[in-house]
């Protein structure tokens, strides 16, 4: 098989990997998980971010019919003072909902089942907590997934380039900068001002637009590419500028 090939496809599974292990590890991972009811599985999904203006659907799947539900949602985490909302039973699904608070608030909640005068609460006691943005139209997101695992990819190709005998590693360089250079001054931004629920009103402020992460992405492969260009080894600063993108991903993003 063709080297180039082989190195692109090491790529390739380095980004998947790294993706994964970011996703897993990302404070906004859901929460999910079972439990049984008198020898019936009931299944939850949590999600701990909603980029959207509606109200937050809680849906839990059950195979016990017998079972009635409480939402008990609040700002306070000791749930001390709470508010409520009842699940609706349609045969497979509990449904219910916590209002929408407003954009950057967050809520506490946790969900009681009842059946047979026993409670049974998920995911826990002290319950789990969801944020609230405004609403990200879901171009945005593909656009926003798409020039971030673009970036990750040329990044890892570009650190790869090390092992080439005959390497290109100042070209890989050049494409590698241009994603998160978009990243940096047109996404993240325009991401951010969906997110923030600031369309049509005032302008954000910088710090608010501009992430940390994404800055250090830009930064590394700006420097990284300088050196790539002016120094004798310059392969070697490819790959050191991909471990660190990685590192960065794993502990910024």
Not at 93 to 116: D, Q
Not at 171 to 183: E, G, N, V
Not at 233 to 250: A, R
């Amino acid at each position: 098989m063709n080297k180039s090939i082989i190195l692109w496809l090491s790529a390739f599974f380095i980004t998947l990997l790294v993706g994964y292990a970011e996703n897993v590890t990302d404070s906004e991972f859901p929460i999910s998980g079972s439990i049984g009811i008198n020898g019936k599985k009931v299944s939850y999904y949590f999600e701990r971010v909603q980029r959207d203006s509606s109200d937050y659907q809680i849906i839990i799947k059950t195979d016990q019919d017998s079972i009635s539900g409480v939402i008990l949602y609040t700002k306070d985490q000791n749930f001390t003072y709470v508010d409520t909302s009842y699940l609706k039973n349609d045969g497979t699904y509990f449904i219910g909902a916590i209002p929408f608070p407003g954009v950057l608030e967050k809520c506490h909640f946790r969900v009681e089942l009842i059946y047979k005068n026993e409670t049974y609460i998920i995911p826990t006691n002290e319950g789990t907590e969801i944020l609230f943005y405004g609403k990200v139209p879901t171009a945005m997101k593909v656009l926003n997934f798409i020039v971030f695992f673009v970036g990750l990819l040329l990044s890892s190709r570009t650190g790869l380039e090390y092992f080439n005998p005959k390497p290109h590693t100042k070209k890989l360089a050049l494409f590698t900068i241009i994603p998160f250079a978009l990243l940096l001054f047109f996404v993240s931004p325009v991401y951010k001002t969906f997110e923030l629920n600031l369309v049509g009103s005032e302008l954000g402020r910088p710090q608010d637009m501009f992430t940390i992460d994404v800055i250090s992405y830009f930064v590394v492969w700006t420097l990284g590419s300088v050196l790539i260009f002016n120094v004798k080894n310059g392969k070697l600063y490819g790959l050191i500028s991909s471990i660190i993108t990685i590192i960065l991903i794993l502990i910024l993003k």
